[in-house]
């Protein structure tokens, strides 16, 4: 199999356990070469491997887009929720076959309106979540209609709408629910809200939501995973699960609440004797 290679951080490659994994993987048959950018990515390519973290991670999807290019996430430090497994692991899976193919929702973002600024070419794909943000001191309104039902307006710092995966990342920050990654379930939250009476709302995957902002700023922040435009405040969203899925490589041992444990020490309690883990 062909497997391309993704990395944030150039020195991870030398780390010697990764050498190890790829060297195994090499006198088994498996080719692989380094991409930076989707353009690298080479046609017949069974699988992007993305060397760090959930971060990581989630800049390796951006690379695979629409392809159907499986991202299996290998951690050399502390174990994420998308990259979840060890080299030792993500090795012994390719030689044994014992891995899978699980799809991963991804929000389709349109924007109507003045784009002001953009770090990167726009791509309206996003894993984790879309979030609007006041750039300035003043605080946000935001209006959010669900499949043109609005509710009341927001103020807050921000809002943002997250899918399943995302909920262990800004979602859990703003005290948005856990999702396990297969809920297919969106959630929507504010960001520090002016109000003592607003939650996070779930809603179903196939909810189109519409957002409108008021802000007395002359712009908008909108953070799109890892990635982030500045909107005119008169900017329109139209937010929707996009018609294709990431497809992530799920080794068999594995599991969500393996990660719940040891990335957010779920469960960490005196009383539990570490036997949760
Ligand atoms: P970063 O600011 O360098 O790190 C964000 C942290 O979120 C990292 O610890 C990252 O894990 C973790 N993370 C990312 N996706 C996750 C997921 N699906 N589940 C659990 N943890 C996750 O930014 P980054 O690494 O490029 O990641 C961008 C993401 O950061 C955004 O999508 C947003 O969700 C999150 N973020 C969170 C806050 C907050 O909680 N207040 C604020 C801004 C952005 P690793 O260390 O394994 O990479």
Not at 100 to 110: A, C, K, P, V, Y
Request: hydrophobic share 40%; proline share 5%; with cysteine.
């Amino acid at each position: 199999m062909k497997i391309a290679v993704y990395s944030r951080n150039e020195a991870v490659k030398e780390e010697p356990r990764l050498k190890a994994m790829l060297s195994w993987l090499q006198d088994a048959g498996f080719s692989f070469y380094d991409i930076s950018s989707s353009e690298d990515l080479v046609p017949g390519t069974g699988l992007l491997m993305s060397i760090g973290g959930d971060g990581t991670f989630l800049s390796a999807s951006k690379r695979v887009g629409d392809s159907g290019i499986p991202v299996l996430g290998i951690n050399l430090g502390r174990l994420g929720f998308l990259s979840e497994y060890s080299p030792e692991e993500a090795c012994e899976a390719l030689l044994s076959g014992a891995y899978s193919f699980e799809d991963r929702e991804l929000l389709e973002t349109r924007i109507d309106g003045e784009v002001l600024g953009s770090g990167s070419a726009f791509s309206p794909y996003t894993l984790n979540e879309i979030c609007v943000h006041r750039s300035g001191a003043a605080l946000l309104g935001i209006d959010v209609a669900l499949d043109g039902n609005k509710l009341p307006t927001y103020w807050a710092d921000g809002l943002l709408v997250a899918t399943s995966s995302g909920s262990t990342a800004y979602s859990l920050s703003v005290g948005g629910p856990i999702c396990s990654p297969d809920s297919k379930v969106l959630i929507i939250a504010p960001v520090a809200p002016h109000n003592l009476n607003v939650r996070p709302l779930v809603v179903p995957d196939s909810t189109r939501i519409s957002i409108s902002m008021r802000s007395r700023d002359e712009s908008v922040m909108m953070s799109m995973d890892n990635r982030s435009v500045v909107l005119s405040p008169e900017a329109t969203l139209d937010v929707r699960v996009a018609q294709f899925s990431l497809k992530r490589v799920r080794l068999d041992n594995s599991g969500f609440i393996k990660a719940l444990t040891t990335k957010l020490f779920w469960g960490e309690d005196i009383r539990n004797g570490g036997e949760q883990r």
